[in-house]
């Protein structure tokens, strides 16, 4: 079973950089080639918002919304993968899960299987 | 893009009660509909994937079905730990959440 933790500064000032990285034990990522790895974040008293995936093998996919400003990127030797996020403002400040990604079933749906118990990054001067 | 649309936003209902959540596509997903389960404070859960299979662990109780546009999830006989918010998630094109369901006591 994966287990997966959050890590990263809790208060970032507006237009810089938010970075987080994702710390996955209870196996090697290296095992779980065909997964891929996910951001998900949620501002205080609102809905889920997806901000991109990686595959275990490098290839990036973004929500359009958030594509200009945002990098995730992954290190299997480490068992870690990060997310940075550029010029942030209040808007950004939630909670910022990490969450692995498996596809199931026939049609090999993706869906978020593990996750991490997030971390609550507020952007703030 | 393709937007979720979840009804009702909120329910209140008792425990052994019947319990169902809809969501509507804005476009074809074919089977492409997941469902979590999050509980205040706490990372969500997955407890439907591909709009009718039970994650692994999760109870029974708790099914889903739909297909295309038009989904849902149902609790049987709805327990004191399943009163929580409830989100579907479509990843036909790329992965994007409804706007939750909260389950509350009435």
């Known amino acids: 079973q994966l287990q997966l933790q959050e890590s990263g500064p809790r208060l970032v000032k507006p237009s810089e950089t938010l970075s987080l990285t994702c710390t996955v034990s209870?196996?090697?990522?290296?095992?779980?080639?065909?997964?891929?790895w996910a951001w998900i974040r949620q501002p205080p008293g609102k809905g889920l918002e997806w901000i991109g995936s990686?595959?275990?093998?490098?290839?990036?996919y973004y929500n359009p919304s958030l594509k200009s400003r945002v990098a995730i990127s992954i290190d299997t030797s480490n068992n870690q993968f990060s997310l940075n996020l550029f010029s942030v403002s209040a808007a950004d400040t939630a909670v910022y899960y990490c969450?692995?990604?498996?596809?199931?079933?026939?049609?090999?749906?993706?869906?978020?299987?593990?996750w991490g118990q997030g971390t609550l990054v507020t952007v703030s001067s | 893009d393709i937007q979720l649309t979840q009804s009702p936003s909120s329910l209140s209902a008792s425990v052994g009660d019947r319990v169902t959540v809809t969501c509507r596509a804005s476009?074809?997903?074919?089977?492409?509909l997941n469902w979590y389960q999050q509980k205040q404070g706490r990372a969500p859960k997955l407890l439907i994937y591909?709009?009718?299979n039970l994650q692994s662990g999760v109870p029974s109780r708790f099914s889903g079905s739909g297909s295309g546009t038009d989904f849902t999830l149902t609790i049987s006989s709805l327990q004191p730990e399943d009163f929580a918010t409830y989100y579907c998630?479509?990843?036909?094109?790329?992965?994007?959440f409804g706007g939750g369901t909260k389950v509350e006591v009435k």
């Open positions: 969450a692995s990604q498996q596809h199931s079933g026939s049609y090999s749906v993706p869906n978020l299987d593990y």
């Open positions: 209870g196996a090697s990522m290296s095992i779980y080639s065909t997964y891929y």
């Open positions: 990686i595959y275990t093998s490098g290839s990036p």
């Open positions: 476009q074809n997903v074919r089977s492409y």
């Open positions: 591909a709009a009718s």
């Open positions: 998630q479509q990843t036909y094109s790329n992965l994007i």
